[in-house]
Nanobody, 121 residues
Framework: VQLQASGGGLVQAGDSLRLSCLADRRTFSSRAIGWFRQAPGKEREFLVVIRWSGGSTNYANSVKGRFTISRDNAKNTVYLQMNSLKPEDTAVYYC???????????????WGQGTLVTVSS
């Protein structure tokens, strides 16, 4: 397994949650790791991406100010901190790897298995 997402669960509206993406840095050290989500009946939505080297980021406007991406090189992990969660944030969240700070899921060629986040009202 080269990308492994975890940290999902059931939370209430207004709560915070931190997702983790464990990545094999030998494979992804020159790549960017992004987070996407997919709600039932909806298309996969880009959230944010970070470059392993240098830490450059690119956020979707829809999550700016609420979600924060970070990385811990020592733990080979990329985090997605989600604050002020809303019921509409309910989805399966995926981490994925790409060559650059892309926002289109077709540009990502490695995907984790997804972790479910459910936000109750």
């Amino acid at each position: 397994v080269q990308l492994q997402a975890s940290g999902g669960g059931l939370v209430q509206a207004g709560d915070s949650l931190r997702l983790s993406c464990l990545a094999d840095r030998r494979t992804f050290s020159s790549r960017a790791i992004g987070w996407f989500r997919q709600a039932p009946g909806k298309e996969r939505e880009f959230l944010v991406v970070i470059r392993w080297s240098g830490g450059s980021t690119n956020y979707a406007n829809s999550v700016k100010g609420r979600f924060t991406i970070s990385r811990d090189n020592a733990k080979n992990t990329v985090y997605l901190q989600m604050n002020s969660l809303k019921p509409e944030d309910t989805a399966v969240y995926y981490c994925a790897a790409a060559q650059g700070l892309y926002i289109d899921y077709v540009d990502y060629d490695y995907w984790g298995q997804g972790t479910l986040v459910t936000v109750s009202s």
